[in-house]
C-alpha cells in the first residue's frame, strides 16, 4: 500500500509541529519539577493529590508534590514536598491539602509560622492538616445531620 508522497510529507510536517508545540509548552509553563530541597509531611489523607500537584506559599506556587507514599506502620500518608532552594520554610509552619474551589483540584498550602529557626533538606513539617472531604460535608448538610 503506497501513499501519496504529498500526504507522507504532510503527515511528517503535522508530527514535527505537534512534536515542537508540546515540548515548547511545556517549557514555557510552570508544570516542571522545582529545583531546590525535600521536605516531608504526614497527613491522615492526601486525597485529591498526586505527585506533580502544586505547593503555594501565600498562593505562589514554591513547589511541588514530588512523592506520595504510605507508612506501613502508622497507615499515613507520606508526602515528599520539593521546595525551591531560594525559599526557606520555618519550622513551625503548617502545611494544608487545599481546594481551589468547590469542583477544583487540590494543592499544597504552607503557612508560614513565626519561629527563627527554618526548615532544611529532608526535614519533617510537623504541623499539618488533611483535606476536607466536600461530598462528606454536603452530604452531612442534606441528610439533617447537623443537628437542630
Known amino acids: 500500500m503506497r501513499g501519496n508522497p504529498i500526504e507522507i ?3 511528517a ?11 515548547f509548552v511545556f517549557t514555557v509553563s510552570d508544570t516542571g519539577q522545582v529545583r531546590g530541597y525535600e521536605l516531608i509531611a504526614r497527613f491522615d489523607t492526601v486525597e485529591g493529590l498526586s505527585v506533580g500537584s502544586d505547593v503555594r506559599l501565600g498562593g505562589i506556587k514554591v513547589g511541588t508534590v514530588a512523592g506520595l507514599d504510605l507508612d506501613p506502620v502508622t497507615y499515613l500518608a507520606v508526602a515528599r514536598i520539593g521546595v525551591a532552594a531560594d525559599v526557606r520554610i520555618p519550622t ?3 502545611v494544608q491539602v487545599v481546594s ?3 469542583l477544583g483540584g487540590r494543592y499544597m498550602a504552607i ?3 513565626a519561629e527563627d529557626a527554618m526548615l532544611g533538606p529532608g526535614d519533617e513539617i510537623r504541623f499539618t492538616q488533611s483535606a476536607v472531604n466536600i461530598e462528606q460535608l454536603l452530604g452531612r448538610f442534606a441528610g439533617g445531620a447537623g443537628g437542630g
Do not use: R, T, Y
Not at 510536517?13 to 515540548?23: E, G, I, L
Open 9 to 11: 510529507v504532510l503527515g
Open 13 to 23: 510536517v503535522v508530527v514535527s509541529v505537534a512534536v515542537v508545540f508540546a515540548v
Open 92 to 94: 513551625d509552619s503548617i
Open 100 to 102: 481551589e474551589g468547590l
Open 111 to 113: 503557612v508560614p509560622g
